[in-house]
């Protein structure tokens, strides 16, 4: 019993053409060095034809970009720059992954031959979040979750780098007239806190707020809003809800198929003395994502 090659030929199905070549070259079918298969007039070296029936390349299983063992060049030496296979294999190595599709060799590496893209986002749910002001340490384990943004899970279609956009934003509750008798005085003062985001995946922590302070590589975003109150007008003027708008982009290599869980949090620790009701409840508590919502966004880019 003979066994199989388990080294595929890439040339295969072009030599089975050039057979079927020399066949109607045997039956008296003048091809002019062209091949055509389907027609009798190839427009080409090779014309395949057909309305019912696809081509097929030869299916392979690559194990990543940088296989140069999987495939291999009948003739001897190196593959041939332009050789093409389709692969039926997803790696999760994570780095030079490959995933089910059609694959050309360019001399170093196999390019994928299809589009790859990945986005998802997530959004904070229940609109305005209401955030009372806690004095005391600023950490993300006694911050409060903001909802829709709790130990989600995103789980990527490929290996490779990824594009994560966190958008936060965060706007003052009322303050108290701090400055009445001295009507030409205006009242104004600001609340300060931190969003905190943090990134796991299977226990592995890739972005840690917990790990350190004030650092967004860890995924702190110190975060302050103003609020402000006027009686030099007959009608007083209040000034409250003015977002802080803060961004932290990261790059990160992700695996196919693996979970990765999502935590975004906040709190705010100063202005209990001035904003109304201490800040814990009521008009004195901040606003979180009051007209947009914050977010958690993922893209891959490649690899």
């Excluded at 593959?79 to 296979?85: D, F, I, K, R, S």
């Excluded at 209990?272 to 893209?299: K, T």
Aim: negative net charge; glycine residues 10%.
């Amino acid at each position: 019993m003979t066994k199989a090659n388990p080294l595929i030929h890439p040339l295969t199905f072009i030599q089975g053409l050039l057979l079927v070549g020399m066949m109607s070259l045997s039956t008296g079918q003048k091809t002019l060095a062209q091949i055509g298969i389907g027609t009798t007039s190839p427009e080409g070296a090779i014309d395949v034809s057909s309305t019912s029936s696809g081509l097929l390349f030869p299916r392979v299983a690559l194990t990543s970009t940088q296989d140069i063992s999987t495939v291999i060049n009948p003739n001897g030496g190196g593959l041939a720059a332009g050789t093409t296979v389709f692969n039926t294999n997803n790696s999760t190595l994570g780095s030079n992954d490959v995933q089910v599709g059609v694959y050309t060799f360019d001399g170093t590496s196999w390019q994928a031959q299809f589009s790859r893209e990945d986005y998802q986002l997530f959004e904070q749910t229940a609109g305005c979040q209401r955030a009372p002001i806690e004095p005391g340490s600023l950490n993300f384990s006694t911050a409060n979750n903001i909802d829709g943004l709790n130990r989600e899970v995103f789980t990527p279609k490929y290996s490779g780098v990824y594009r994560i956009e966190v958008k936060t934003n965060f706007g003052a509750g009322k303050i108290e007239d701090f400055t009445t008798g001295n009507e030409s005085y205006i009242s104004l003062s600001t609340t300060e806190g931190a969003f905190f985001f943090k990134l796991e995946e299977n226990g592995r922590i890739l972005i840690d707020p917990e790990s350190t302070t004030y650092d967004y590589a860890q995924g702190w975003s110190y975060t302050h809003a103003y609020a402000a109150e006027s009686d030099y007008e007959a009608t007083a003027i209040e000034s409250y809800n003015v977002p802080h708008y803060a961004t932290l982009v990261y790059y990160k290599p992700l695996i196919a198929g693996a979970p990765y869980t999502l935590t975004l949090r906040h709190k705010a620790v100063t202005g209990d003395a001035v904003f109304q009701n201490s800040g814990a409840s009521g008009d004195g508590m901040g606003h979180i994502g009051h007209d947009l919502p914050c977010s958690v966004e993922f893209e891959f880019l490649g690899n």
